[in-house]
């Protein structure tokens, strides 16, 4: 009976017209009116939340236990997560070279290919499902089952930001450990306090938007210049100098948006901005389109944070009642469906106007011609949510924050290998030794075989290199990046081989498909690495052709990402990785 109800609701969901936000593929839409987000379809969705919160525990458990029984009895273990299982037994080693190889193993499914067309979380209800991303695969012996149904279910689903309870599924949640340990608090205060959901509450924080609104457009663009704050988003660039781009531009329209999209596997720290502090986004997006003359704006959040969805919405309501928005700016909110591309600006930028989400070639610049042609301004969360609080207390206060050429403070989200895994408020400049020891306080069980900081595109950092202190260049200078700040402890049971083969089968699920040394280079390379990482020896020389052509030719950070990702572990473990490029 329960379980009756249970199916009735995730099927009211999942085929409710204003939950498939994004129509598909190549079909373009002409406009945004088909995804924008309508009350019944809310009424609904916040009710299947309270329920499933409140009572569907158990039955969950049932459904996800039904889900694994049906994929074992259809062998299952060849989906696109493919056989990487805590127990996947070491295959007998046969000779398997060169092209047959590749056919002969198993190659993981890629969205452009999917049938069903290339969202792949388009018709399914993210509480049945659990997460096979990095952070549950490091922690996949604590929960065996669980990550099993992950590894097995389809469509695969690569991170739900639950990485400090992994592995985690879409209906459990618990609140993790929030730490502040920069000497100004600059982003977590509301985070801190337990959320701030309601404006009445949030308005004695919220002065920087009117301050912002009395001052000239221009006088705010040289503060956020002055105060030396780069995209939190991985590519660290300047925003001071976009926001000149964008406010320079002669165009009659000019749009803002906000990437919040955090598809990194390891980081949660924009989840937590959007569910506990909205008013801050909302608010910094403002000031951020007053600088830069736009009236349009959007927030595109994956379909993966639910709560973040609902929460915000309730925000945009409150702040259009009073008065943030309306006149001067329009802020609408975007839903994804699942692709992990659609964090890259221009991909993006394609998913909002209803086009296939392929990444655009560049020039132009999305500053001059982004989203519908017109100018553009993208920030991530992160970056945006500094912005008020820079206004607050100036460009100089700021700048006076982290070390080198990392200003500012940086959120960092440790995953449930450590002792304290949580949300944590640094300022760059802390050495990872620290991050593992002082704030993590450790690791929970085994040895550290390694820290993948900034996602899957970065590269993992040696126990030997953790005296490196936090910062853009001085991450680079050892091969590695600062990312999102997703942090993630890979104990000893993990082995590196393993890790890079699921690295690159997340990769191969997540090509747009635009550019051929991606779209067919990496699920060789997935399928090269599953079997090596199973010991069966592979055409070592084919392996390094195909990194370096993905590294040299890639359109986009994702392909490019993989390669210097295999290159970077390749340097930092070269005994692991011996047989693979030699
Ligand atoms: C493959 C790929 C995935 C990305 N995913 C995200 C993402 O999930 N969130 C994000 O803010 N930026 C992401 N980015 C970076 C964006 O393209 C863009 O640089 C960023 O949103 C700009 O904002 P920022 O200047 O505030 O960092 C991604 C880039 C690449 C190449
Ligand atoms: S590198 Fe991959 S994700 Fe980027 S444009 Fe090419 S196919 Fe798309």
């Known amino acids: 009976m329960a379980s009756g109800n249970f199916s009735k609701k995730c099927a009211s969901q999942n085929t409710n017209p204003t939950f498939r936000q994004h129509r598909n593929d190549s079909v373009s839409t002409g406009g945004l009116t088909g995804i924008k987000l309508r009350a019944l379809g809310w009424r609904t969705m916040i009710l299947s939340f309270h329920c499933s919160a409140t009572k569907m525990k158990p039955v969950m458990r049932d459904v996800l236990r039904r889900r694994l029984h049906r994929h074992k009895r259809r062998g299952g273990a060849n989906q696109a997560n493919g056989s990487d299982v805590v127990s996947t037994p070491e295959a007998t080693p046969t000779s398997l070279t060169n092209r047959d190889s590749s056919q002969a193993m198993k190659m993981p499914r ?8 290339f969202y792949h979380l388009e018709h399914t209800a993210i509480s049945e499902c659990a997460c096979a991303g990095l952070a549950c695969f490091a922690a996949r012996a604590d ?63 919220g002065a920087a938007l009117e301050k912002a609104r009395q001052m000239a457009p221009q006088a705010l663009v040289n503060m956020v210049e002055a105060s030396r704050l780069r995209g939190r988003g991985g590519a660290a660039f300047p925003a001071g100098i976009k926001w000149q781009a964008v406010a ?43 600088a830069v003359g736009a009236r349009r704006g959007y927030i595109y959040i994956r379909k993966e944070y639910p709560e973040a969805v609902r929460v915000v919405s309730h925000a945009l309501e409150q702040a259009r009642a009073a008065g943030w928005l309306g006149p001067t700016l329009e802020l609408e909110l975007v839903v994804g469906q699942g692709a992990y591309i659609c964090g890259e600006e221009t ?22 011609r982004g989203l519908f042609g017109a100018p553009t301004l993208v920030h991530n969360v992160e970056t945006l949510c500094a912005i008020p609080w820079i206004v607050t207390h100036g460009a100089a206060a700021y700048a006076a924050l982290g070390f080198s050429n990392s200003r500012g403070t940086k959120l960092l989200s440790l995953n449930s290998l450590f002792r304290r895994p949580g949300l944590y408020e640094v300022e760059f400049g802390i050495s990872l030794a620290d991050v593992v020891e002082r704030l993590g306080q450790g690791l929970r069980r085994g040895k550290l075989k390694g820290l993948m900081v900034g996602g899957p595109l970065a590269g993992i950092v040696p126990p ?34 393993r890790i890079v083969a699921q690295v690159l089968r997340f990769g191969a699920r997540e090509s747009c498909g635009k550019c051929t040394p991606c779209h067919l280079g990496v699920p060789v390379l997935a399928a090269m690495a599953d079997a090596a990482a199973n010991r069966l020896p592979i055409d070592a020389d084919r392996f390094r ?24 572990v390749r340097r930092h473990y070269p005994s692991e990785l011996q047989a693979w490029c030699d």
Not at 159 to 187: E, N
Not at 549 to 557: F, V
């Open 347 to 368: 991909s993006l930028l394609n998913a909002l106007e209803g086009r296939r989400p392929e990444v655009r070639p560049r020039p132009p610049q999305i500053s001059e």
């Open 143 to 205: 929960r065996p089952d669980l990550w099993q149904i992950a590894a097995t279910q389809t469509p695969a689903l690569y991170c739900l930001g639950k990485c400090y309870d992994a592995p985690s599924d879409g209906m459990h949640d618990i609140r993790p450990h929030v730490g502040q340990h920069a000497s100004q608090p600059v982003l977590l205060g509301n985070v801190l306090r337990g959320g701030v959901r309601d404006l009445p509450t949030y308005r004695g924080d």
């Open 248 to 290: 320079n531009a002669r165009a009659q329209t000019k749009y803002v948006v906000v990437n919040a999209d955090e598809g990194d596997p390891g980081a949660f720290s924009d989840r937590f901005l959007l569910e506990d502090d909205p008013f801050r986004v909302i608010e910094a997006t403002a000031i951020a389109a007053h």
């Open 464 to 497: 030997t290199l953790l005296d490196i202190r936090l910062g853009y260049e001085e991450m680079q200078s050892i091969d590695c990046a600062v990312g999102h700040g997703g942090v993630i402890a890979f104990a000893d049971d993990s082995s590196i081989p």
């Open 110 to 117: 890629q969205r452009h290919l999917a049938p069903s067309g």
């Open 545 to 568: 052709r195909l990194i370096e052509a993905l590294e040299a030719t890639s359109l986009c950070g994702h392909g490019r990402g993989l390669a210097e990702f295999v290159q970077s």
